[in-house]
Structure formats: C-alpha cells, structure tokens
C-alpha cells in the first residue's frame, strides 16, 4: 500500500510540478491525488479486513478443537463436557469476529 502511495504522490507531484501556475489545474489535480490516495487506502484496509477476520475464525478452530481435546481427556465426563468446552470456544471466537467488524466500522 505504501508502495502504492508513494508511486500516486510521486506522479501527482510531478504534474502538478508541471503546471506551475495555474491554480486551477493545480488544485484539480491535488483532488484528483487525493482521491486515487483514498482509493489504495481503502482497498488495503478491506484486505487488511478480510485477513483479519480469517485469522480469527482459524484461530477460533484452532481453539475449539484444543478445548475439545483437553476435556475429552478428562476421565468419565470428559466426552460430556468437550462438546461444551468447544462450544465456548467458538463463542469466544465469534466474539473476536464481532469486534473486527465492528472495528472495521
């Protein structure tokens, strides 16, 4: 993204550079910079985003099937009490999703 960026406002400055003088080219193309800069911006954060919340849900089943493998193990009512650990855990999880979402808000 900042690569991204950098190229945008290097180009820009470059043609505004050229059009010393005229304020109204010179603001026109200070909007139309702007504008492209808000673009990258704002695709890089839908990624950014959209990773996020992935890595929540893997973490979150990664969570789950640990919980579930840690009850599991305990003798008698482990097998009782695993589903309901896992099930925790994927609530926990979905959670952490609610909060991305709400974040990216």
């Known amino acids: 993204m900042e690569m991204e960026v950098a190229a945008v406002e290097k180009k820009y400055d470059r043609e505004?550079?050229?059009?010393?003088?005229?304020?109204?080219?010179?603001?026109?193309?200070?909007?139309?910079?702007?504008?492209?800069?808000?673009?990258?911006?704002?695709?890089?954060?839908?990624?950014?985003?959209?990773?996020?919340v992935m890595q929540a849900i893997a973490q979150t089943a990664t969570a789950a099937i640990n919980a579930y493998s840690s009850a599991a193990a305990i003798p008698l009512v482990g097998y009782?009490?695993?589903?309901?650990?896992?099930?925790?855990?994927?609530?926990?999880?979905?959670?952490?999703?609610?909060?991305?979402?709400k974040q990216q808000q």
């Open 80 to 101: 009782i009490i695993a589903p309901i650990a896992a099930a925790m855990a994927v609530a926990a999880g979905m959670v952490q999703v609610a909060a991305i979402k």
């Open 16 to 52: 505004i550079a050229a059009a010393q003088g005229n304020a109204y080219q010179t603001k026109m193309l200070e909007k139309k910079k702007q504008q492209e800069v808000k673009k990258i911006k704002d695709e890089a954060n839908r990624k950014m985003y959209a990773m996020e």
